[in-house]
């Protein structure tokens, strides 16, 4: 993992750059950051840590404090006392005070700094009063000054959340300075130990020498008679002592439990922010099978790239894009088509490079054949034609080789008026786009070369004997065969391509689930001894004036309304936890690659599964109809099987155009398994069922389906040893059956 820096570093430096310098600071801190403010804020997001020091330097350059550590400093102190709350309470100082004690903060260190990836703290001994602790970088990590300075001071100022000195801290070694690690022994005062029960005791003890004393000097009451007065405001005092304790322990565990709330609500956040990562790839690869279907609809090289151009315009964003094609012959690379706002304009024509690498960027790209990213145009080193780019206003450039094996058809570009627009998601975007669009061309080109070689061969045919004939359809038939074997190849490349994208979101999901899981059975345990306090206070007899005291304060508090709606709450996050968890499970069995596995396989999972991937079509107009008979293990390859499922219930959801419904139909019948799914859409017409299962047959427009969905489900079940069969009955629908043997034929 690369070294990197919780962006909760960023979201605190913004306020203090900009109290410190004002907003021109906080703007030049974004623009050298490269990432919009609404990034730098959110605290599951993580920047490179050496682009966080190189926001140090520039702030440090902004303020006119050269000195590194007295800048760590003064960062330090505004950190810890930042509000961002609505309470108004410090950042750190909620999380501290909860915790009841320095010596606790100290205890956590090692938990608590999660907001790095880029070093390890340990705690190496703690006691009473001291603790050592240790700061070890991760290797290849050059730590800075600011960075030792600024993690020391925090844990100077953790005492003053107490009211309590700051720590003394001895540095033993410091990373910054070349040792191995950064060392620190830490001295530190504690709160006054039972000061809220001692205090009205003790004054209860002098009142009753008072008392005694009164009573003696008016009464001249013996001794003993004193001595029997004397105990009662000792009594008291001690009563008053530990009522206020008693308070005390409720607010500490009131503020844990308000602490363990914003806990669940920061991984609510993460797990907020991993879904709007998991949009984004969906999107991404709603793009790319889009794409691939309207490249693999046409033969036409020129429109394949007019559909690459206009997606990544149109539907991804992009401010300019422009392709650059190879003409070996000539040895150049020259602009082929621009898509976008930005152009130079008819007059001044298409931009023309030699085929060199010292030539310019593009043409680096092309005879390298790797991707070449230019994060400012005006400060780098590559041979970038800076004329133009001046002319265009451009600023950062992505340049993507179209590369099939060693072959180079040309280069896809995309550029910015921002410096440093593009991310390494941009990268594999445009990456995937090229690799689709350069095997799309191939195909076109190895398409029309067998056309080429067809028409020669059937003018020769024409010129032969009949014997030839015979050979010319022998030849026909080899050619059907690899026409259908290409197709096989490059779904599978496809659906492989889709199942890693699909198995690595759901790796990323699992952990935040889990977290949110542990936190809830946490908070589940802190309710319930909640509720035991609670119930064993309210049972105390109490003064009549001090249960009306406390029932006002419980009142204030909406402590009943909190205890009321704490379960619902719980409940709402592990349901939509475990919602969640469910659609990372099936998301794992559809992203399965082992196509040549044959297994026992229980069906009626396999349809629940493709049922909640495609819950998105379904949404809440379409009603799923489950008539499931009794159905034994099926032995067949699951993921094959599955895309079956997957592709028959998409389309009959595509083919409902307003509200209607599916059902699916199950039974065991002679030996085999068979699955009925009927829609009530429009059914298919007697011209078209006929040639509803032919490679390459659609009815959709163009760019919305390949034709290759039914074909090779189709051959998935023939693989089996089964059959599969469509209907459209005069009622109206259409009806598909699957019927798939129990046991694989030997």
């Known amino acids: 993992m690369p070294p990197e820096m919780n962006c909760i570093f960023t979201k605190g430096l913004l306020p203090f750059v900009e109290k410190e310098v004002g907003p021109e600071g906080v703007a030049a801190v974004l623009r050298a950051a490269g990432r919009p403010r609404e990034y730098l804020i959110a605290e599951y997001n993580w920047i490179p840590f ?25 960062f330090a102190d505004d950190f810890m006392d930042w509000k961002p709350s609505r309470d108004e309470r410090s950042w750190a100082g909620a999380y501290t005070l909860s915790l009841g004690s320095p010596r606790a903060v100290y205890a956590k260190s090692a938990s608590l700094s999660n907001a790095k990836r880029w070093a390890t703290e340990e705690l190496l001994s703690i006691g009473r009063r001291r603790a050592v602790l240790r700061l070890t970088p991760h290797p290849g990590v050059r730590v800075p000054r600011w960075a030792c300075t600024w993690i020391r001071v925090c844990y100077e100022r953790y005492p003053t959340n107490w009211k309590l000195p700051r720590a003394r801290i001895v540095e033993r070694s410091c990373a910054a300075r070349g040792d191995e690690a ?16 001692w205090g009205p005791t003790a004054a209860g003890g002098a009142g009753a020498a008072a008392l005694a004393a009164g009573i003696a000097a008016a009464t001249l009451l013996p001794w003993w008679a004193i001595g029997a007065i004397v105990p009662l405001p000792l009594l008291a005092g001690g009563a008053l002592g530990y009522g206020l304790l008693q308070r005390d322990r409720r607010r500490q565990l009131q503020r844990l439990l308000d602490v363990q709330g914003e806990e669940i609500l920061y991984s609510s956040r993460q797990l907020e922010g991993k879904f709007r990562d998991l949009e984004t790839k969906v999107e991404q690869l709603s793009l790319l099978m889009d794409l691939s279907g309207a490249v693999n609809a046409t033969l036409d090289p020129a429109k394949i790239y007019e559909q690459a151009l206009h997606r990544l315009v149109h539907r991804m964003g992009y401010q300019d894009v422009s392709l650059f094609l190879v003409d070996p012959g000539r040895a150049v690379v020259c602009e082929h088509r621009v898509a976008g706002a930005v152009t130079l304009g008819p007059e001044s024509g298409p931009l023309e490079f030699p085929l060199r690498a010292d030539a310019s960027a593009v043409a680096k790209a092309a005879v390298t054949g790797l991707p070449l990213v230019i994060n400012d145009v005006e400060t780098t080193a590559e041979p970038v034609h800076r004329p133009t780019a001046r002319a265009l206003n451009v600023r950062s450039v992505v340049m993507v080789p179209l590369r099939v094996k060693d072959r180079v058809f040309g280069v896809l570009v995309t550029s910015s008026t921002e410096p ?61 065969d690899l026409q259908a074997t290409q197709m096989q190849l490059i779904q599978r490349e496809k659906m492989a391509s889709v199942g890693q994208l699909v ?5 990323e999901l699992n952990n935040p689930i889990g977290f949110v899981f542990s936190n809830v059975t946490t908070l589940e345990d802190f309710v319930k001894r909640l509720r035991s306090i609670v119930t064993a206070f309210r049972a105390v007899e109490l003064p009549e004036a001090a249960r009306a005291r406390i029932q006002e304060q419980w009142d204030e508090l909406k402590i009943d309304y909190a205890l009321k709606y704490l379960d619902s709450m719980i409940q709402g996050i592990r349901e939509g936890a475990e919602r969640t968890r469910k659609i990372v499970r099936d998301l794992r069995v559809f992203a399965r690659t082992q196509d040549d596995v044959w297994q026992a396989v229980d069906l009626h999972e396999d349809l629940e599964s493709s049922l909640t991937l495609l819950n998105h079509l379904l949404k809440d107009r379409i009603t799923v109809h489950r008539k499931f008979g009794e159905l034994p293990s099926v032995e067949c ?32 019948e002679n030996g085999a398994a068979v699955v009925t799914i ?9 011209d078209v069922i006929g040639h509803i299962f032919d490679p390459f047959f659609t009815t959709k427009p163009v760019g919305e389906g390949t034709g290759l969905g039914l074909s090779i489900s189709y051959e998935i079940v023939k693989k089996h040893g089964g059959e599969i069969r469509a209907e459209s009955p005069s009622e109206g629908g259409a009806v598909f059956t699957v019927r798939i043997p129990l046991s694989r034929a030997r």
């Open 50 to 74: 050496s682009v966080a020091d190189d926001l140090v330097r520039l702030t440090q350059e902004l303020m006119g404090e050269p000195d590194e550590e007295r800048w760590a400093r003064r």
């Open 182 to 197: 950064c060392v620190w022994d830490l001295w530190w005062k504690n709160p006054p130990l039972g000061a809220r029960f």
């Open 420 to 480: 440093g627009r593009f991310a390494d998601a941009d990268i594999e975007l445009l990456s995937a786009v090229a690799n689709h669009v350069a095997l799309a061309v191939d195909r076109a080109e190895s398409f029309q070369t067998i056309e080429e070689l067809s028409r020669g061969l059937e003018d020769k045919v024409r010129v032969r004997t009949e014997q030839l004939r015979a050979a010319n359809e022998e030849l026909q038939a080899a050619y059907r």
């Open 503 to 507: 198995a690595g979101v759901a790796h």
């Open 637 to 668: 390859i699951r993921s094959q099987i599955d895309q079956v499922f997957l592709n028959l219930l998409a389309n009959a959801a595509q083919a409902i155009t307003g509200e209607g419904g599916i059902t699916i139909e199950t039974r065991c």
């Open 678 to 686: 009927s829609d009530t859409g429009p059914g298919i017409s007697p």
